[in-house]
């Protein structure tokens, strides 16, 4: 089936620091879709792509479809302590269906 | 617009028993989803449906799982018998239309199930 590997597994950083993670599939997908998850809830997404190539920021998040479409980084810049929680990635097909990655803990040190 | 409501929020049973979690999608949204997440590891996709028929059940262990959503509304997922590698948090989400998961569709907050 289809697999996302998602890096790195987790990240310990410092107030202010900029952050970066990816994720790459061995399928193409149609849509990427970057999400965060706080304890006790469910994903919430951050930032959705629709086009190989695309590149879409949303505040201090921008992410970027692979021109492949086989992969899709987010960047996080000037990170504050409530950017704490675990960010996926998530790759769509037409139907809906979502296969998403093992996701990327960060923590942030004030 | 409410959310997602999702119950129970906690359940503990011990192995073999049975469990029922129950889903509200967001009012109006025809495609909900039932998904499992383990701990350390992203939600997987259980089942899909559209109104209430199942548009893709590929990954419910059918021994052991059912889900229904008789009305096309509300959603139950029912496991009998539980086992212990069923401990996880299940996730229900909702959309509007199957292509509008590609604008990233609702999760509510999960019942975290723990099988003893």
């Known amino acids: 089936g289809q697999q996302l590997n998602q890096s790195p597994q987790s990240m310990f950083i410092q107030e202010g620091e900029d952050v970066s993670m990816n994720c790459t599939s061995s399928s193409i997908f149609n849509t990427w879709l970057w999400y965060k998850q706080e304890p006790g809830e469910g994903p919430v997404l951050l930032i959705a792509l629709y086009k190989a190539g695309e590149l879409t920021s949303n505040g201090r998040l921008t992410a970027q479809f692979g021109i492949t479409r086989k992969d899709s980084f987010l960047n996080i810049s000037a990170s504050i302590p409530s950017d704490v929680g675990i960010y996926f990635c998530a790759g769509g097909t037409s139907y809906g269906k979502l296969t998403f990655g093992q996701g990327t803990i960060l923590t942030v040190h004030p | 617009e409410a959310g997602v409501a999702q119950s129970p929020r906690y359940k503990i049973i011990e192995k073999r028993q049975s469990v029922a979690f129950w889903c509200n999608p967001i009012?109006?949204?025809?495609?909900l989803y039932w998904y499992q997440q383990i701990l350390g590891q992203g939600p997987k996709l259980l089942i899909q449906?559209?109104?209430?028929?199942?548009?893709?059940d590929s990954q419910l262990p059918k021994d052991r799982f059912s889900a229904e959503r008789l009305k096309g509304v509300d959603s139950t997922l029912k496991i009998q018998p539980a086992k212990l590698e069923d401990s996880a948090v299940y996730l229900c989400?909702?959309?509007?239309?199957?292509?509008?998961?590609?604008?990233?569709?609702?999760f509510g907050s999960g019942t975290r199930l723990t099988v003893v």
């Open positions: 009012s109006g949204h025809a495609t």
């Open positions: 989400a909702s959309s509007l239309v199957p292509g509008a998961a590609n604008y990233g569709y609702t």
């Open positions: 449906f559209q109104n209430n028929g199942v548009v893709d």
